[in-house]
């Protein structure tokens, strides 16, 4: 099913990038673009934002508290680990209610992603926006991050708002909600941004140190096809 496959394949290839920062490896992660196979072991789709709060914001750096660049690093981990995990979810959901034949289940699944995307956007715009730039040298990486953020989050919203405009008695629904699958422009400029983390050596530090990073390298790790 291709519906939202370009969202999909730019939360997949972002959160990889962020892992390879967190594990001092950034520029070498190489996700395809393409919708990952789903599984049935899935983790459930998260209510809300995905954010977690880290618990190692008392690192130091460069000689100076890190605990702002850490909270910020944490705050994209754990924001593009919850895109992952609904993304996956709403895949496994539409693939069974297509198989059943089932199209307003087939609706229904990816509108729940789509309002589970759009709080988590908002929720994590809000946390990023109250602590800006994480290091002196990263405005442009935040000012980036925030666009990306926004540009998902206002996706979601026009493609709920057509989506339920939709009669499932047309024969072309199907066909019409695949054209709704217009992706996330800008994912390209983001994922350069962000393989440049790594020459920050404060921030370089923060992916390595916030919790969440590691458990999104831990994840991606055990994903189909990450060895």
């Not at 520029?27 to 809300?48: F, I, L, M, N, Q």
């Not at 944490?74 to 496994?92: I, K, W």
């Not at 589970?116 to 935040?142: D, F, I, V, Y």
């Not at 989050?153 to 499932?168: C, D, F, I, Q, T």
């Amino acid at each position: 099913m291709k519906f939202r496959v370009s969202l999909v394949g730019a939360a997949l290839a972002s959160a990889a990038v962020l892992s390879a920062c967190s594990s001092g490896t950034a520029g070498t992660a190489s996700p395809a673009g393409d919708a990952p196979a789903t599984s049935s072991s899935a983790s459930p789709a998260p209510s809300g934002s995905a954010s977690a709060v880290p618990t190692s914001a008392s690192a130091k750096a460069g000689g100076g508290d890190n605990a702002k660049a850490v909270s910020w690093a944490g705050e994209l981990c754990a924001t593009f680990t919850g895109m992952v995990d609904r993304s996956l979810v709403m895949l496994e959901d539409v693939s069974s209610e297509m198989e059943k034949g089932n199209l307003d289940g087939y609706r229904s699944a990816v509108l729940d992603y789509l309002a589970g995307t759009g709080t988590a956007m908002s929720g994590s715009l809000k946390r990023l926006n109250e602590l800006g730039a994480p290091t002196a040298s990263s405005a442009a990486l935040h000012a980036e991050m925030v666009k990306f953020l926004e540009g998902v989050g206002a996706e979601s919203g026009a493609a709920a708002k057509k989506m339920r405009g939709l009669a499932v008695t047309d024969p072309a629904f199907v066909e019409q909600m695949g054209a709704l699958d217009q992706g996330q422009g800008g994912s390209d400029v983001l994922l350069k941004h962000l393989e440049n983390a790594e020459k920050d050596p404060e921030l370089d530090l923060a992916f390595a140190t916030a919790e969440s990073c590691q458990e999104m390298e831990s994840k991606l790790g055990q994903m189909p096809g990450s060895g």
